[in-house]
Nanobody
Framework: VQLVESGGGSVQSGGSLRLSCAAS????????MGWFRQAPGKGREGVAS??????THYADSLKGRFTISKIAVNTLNLQMNNLQPDDTATYYC???????????????????WGQGTRVTVTD
């Protein structure tokens, strides 16, 4: 599966951004997709994921501000509202098969990654 993210940029605190991820290739079998982020000097962490049946999962700290949606079979969005400087990071899209529940937010479970898109939030 090839994944390409878009929509990153720079925004002031309190602003919004919407990231998109386009997937291509892979088999016909539906897969789980997720968003992850990596801030400078920190490890990569799960943000949100969506299972093939549409079930979504979020990092507890981001619930209410971020919304993940699969708008097409191979297109994933992440709506980010009320962004704060701590949200500054490179955001990655990932996809893989057979992931459910809390596993779908674990970075190590994914073998297919996009190149990332940078999000910068300033005061």
């Amino acid at each position: 599966v090839q994944l390409v993210e878009s929509g990153g940029g720079s925004v002031q605190s309190g602003g919004s951004l919407r990231l998109s991820c386009a997937a291509s290739g892979g088999t016909y079998s539906p897969y789980c997709m997720g968003w992850f982020r990596q801030a400078p000097g920190k490890g990569r962490e799960g943000v949100a994921s969506v299972e093939p049946d549409g079930t979504t999962h979020y990092a507890d700290s981001l619930k209410g501000r971020f919304t993940i949606s699969k708008i097409a079979v191979n297109t994933l969005n992440l709506q980010m509202n009320n962004l704060q400087p701590d949200d500054t990071a490179t955001y990655y899209c990932a996809a893989d098969w057979g992931l459910y529940g809390t596993l779908s937010l674990q970075t190590s479970r994914y073998n297919n990654w996009g190149q990332g898109t940078r999000v910068t939030v300033t005061d």
